[in-house]
């Protein structure tokens, strides 16, 4: 694309962009930045117009088109998509990595300890009453197997955390 069709082309753009723009609800600099692509394109593909005023009219009456197709089409979101309440994808991802080497350090513990364990990091909220009838111990002795279990998982992930 010459410099003399740029020059030539821009004003006619602007102007046809700017009729336009109103009736489809776009921005006219929108519509000009659209048919001067369509106008590269062409000219890698076809090479320049015979025409290039009458093209540049048809051009922008096109994309006026299609912009008020997308416009029905469409629909924006009423409220912003990405919302900063919850912890990002990342944060969710290494969450989840942290859950899982957990259950699985809590899967290698001896004797009641996993079941215990896995009791206790339940996401039904367990009371102790619900644990001890689960595991069949008594309520009592919840509190001082808990610390057992609790030291042999401190004692389980100290070498991985350390790794860190």
């Known amino acids: 694309m010459t410099h003399e069709m740029v020059s030539t082309l821009r004003p006619l753009l602007a102007a046809e962009a700017s009729a336009e723009a109103h009736a489809t609800g776009a921005e006219p600099n929108d519509?000009?930045?659209a048919v001067w692509l369509r106008l590269l394109e062409r000219l890698d593909t076809t090479g320049p117009p015979v025409d290039p005023q009458r093209w540049v009219r048809r051009a922008v009456r096109s994309e006026a088109r299609r912009s008020r197709r997308t416009t029905r089409?469409?629909?924006?979101y009423a409220t912003e998509p990405a919302?900063?309440?919850?912890?990002?994808p990342e944060q969710r991802a290494m969450t989840a990595a942290r859950r899982r080497e957990l259950h699985e350090a809590?899967?290698?513990l001896p004797g009641r300890c996993p079941s215990l364990m896995a009791?206790?990091?339940s996401p039904d909220d367990l009371t102790y009453r619900e644990i001890a009838g689960e595991l069949g111990i008594s309520q009592g002795s919840l509190g001082p197997e808990r610390s057992r279990c609790l030291g042999c998982l401190r004692r389980l992930l100290t070498p991985e955390v350390a790794a860190r």
């Open 83 to 88: 919302d900063d309440s919850g912890p990002g």
């Open 106 to 108: 809590v899967r290698r």
């Open 31 to 33: 519509l000009e930045q």
């Open 73 to 76: 089409v469409e629909q924006p």
């Open 119 to 121: 009791a206790l990091l």
